[in-house]
């Protein structure tokens, strides 16, 4: 029986189970190595995903809102010629207006920078942003001419800047579009990098799985072969003693 076995029956049982030692250590190391390298590239990219998801929903947020400041600005600018005539109402809704186009502003400025770290390509905020400041320049120059004893002069000023919340009503809304749309696009495109990756790693792990079969395969034919050859060696020993 002995001489069916392999190669191993010309190696001593020390080297074999050197061998041995050797291949299960080799397979440890790099199924360890492997399966560290995948949990820290794991956690970094779920960390990463979960930061830019956030970034992105906030960057969105944002858009909303300098959306919805903006309806308050334009809705602030008819309360001063609709209320105007009276002076504190004159003053509420003055400061009430410029509270909202400097929220609407800080909104679009902290959106530029999302967009930026995000690397999304939005220059309608930076285009926006002047618009929207030479909006605000155009509804104080249209107040020089309110005369808060006349209320007819209300209808002439509102003629004066009549249509001119269109055009930032518009790029405002078109960025809302542009950050969703965008955004969608790059939760898709983590979401193909991901399935991508997991079909890489579920590989990766039935080469080892069969590379750890083999191994314990290997062991086990070697341990039968060392059993096997105990007693020879046993044997060879006593020869040498009575020599």
């Known amino acids: ?111 530029e920078k999302k967009a930026d770290a995000l690397k999304f390509v939005v220059p309608q905020i930076s285009e926006a942003r002047k618009i929207h400041k030479h909006l605000g320049q155009k509804y104080r120059e249209a107040l020089n001419a309110y005369n808060r004893s006349d209320l007819k002069s209300a209808v002439a000023v509102d003629k004066i800047v009549q249509g001119i919340d269109r055009d930032p009503t518009d790029r405002i809304d078109e960025i809302v579009d542009v950050i969703k749309r965008q955004a969608d696009k790059r939760l898709s495109e983590t979401e193909v990098l991901a399935q991508t990756k997991l079909e890489a790693y579920q590989g990766l792990s039935f080469f080892l799985v069969f590379l750890v079969l083999a191994g314990i395969g290997f062991g086990i034919f070697s341990a039968y072969s060392i059993i096997n050859d105990l007693p020879s060696e046993e044997g060879k020993n006593d020869e040498s003693e009575n020599v």
């Open 1 to 111: 029986m002995r001489e069916m076995n392999t190669f191993f029956q010309d190696i001593s049982v020390r080297r074999r189970v050197i061998i041995n030692v050797g291949i299960f250590s080799v397979l440890i190391i790099v199924t360890g190595l492997f399966g560290l390298i995948a949990i820290v590239e794991t956690n970094h990219r779920f960390h990463k995903n979960i930061l830019e998801g956030q970034m992105m929903i906030k960057a969105v947020d944002d858009a909303r809102h300098a959306q919805v400041h903006f309806k308050k600005q334009v809705q602030e600018w008819k309360n001063i010629l609709l209320r105007g005539n009276d002076q504190k109402q004159y003053e509420h809704h003055f400061q009430a207006f410029e509270k909202e186009e400097l929220r609407v502003d800080e909104y679009l400025q902290s959106l």
